[in-house]
């Protein structure tokens, strides 16, 4: 499995849009300028996020981006899995042996495919949107502050 730009730059995105928004809307052309990605790219992600119902959108000079639901409810993996789709490592073949049930591809989808998507799978759901505001805000503090004279 291998994560698609779509996916790595949805999830920025809305990292972006979570540590910046304080309650308001965000222009999407700021997004795009903070994070150096294609506004039209982002225009495609941000359509699919909002008919998920991640998102919201308002319209108008005042509009822009709004997380649909407090960051503490948006799981990394819902996010993944609505831009990705199906975040399995291995897709069985639908034209299965007879005696796939006594075969060593079996054997392998039991022993090592299914716990792997499992893994994955527990991983990305046990992340929330607020986990990274806060592993993001926390980094800005390890840095230390900066003075510019």
């Not at 309650?23 to 359509?47: C, K, M, P, T, W």
């Amino acid at each position: 499995m291998k994560i698609s730009t779509k996916g790595r730059y949805g999830l920025r995105a809305l990292l972006d849009l979570a540590v910046h928004s304080n309650g308001e809307h965000v222009a999407l052309s700021n997004i795009a300028e903070r994070q150096d990605i294609s506004e039209n790219y982002l225009e495609q992600v941000f359509s699919t996020l909002r008919k998920a119902g991640i998102i919201k959108s308002v319209k108008g000079a005042q509009g822009g981006y709004i997380l649909a639901d407090r960051t503490s409810n948006i799981k990394v993996g819902k996010i993944l899995r609505v831009l990705e789709g199906d975040l399995s490592v291995v897709q069985e073949d639908d034209d299965l042996p007879d005696n796939y049930y006594e075969s060593i591809q079996y054997c392998l989808k039991l022993n090592v495919w299914d716990k792997l998507n499992e893994s994955i799978n527990t991983m990305v759901d046990s992340i929330t949107l607020e986990d990274l505001v806060q592993a993001y805000k926390s980094m800005g503090n390890e840095l230390g502050d900066m003075y510019y004279i």
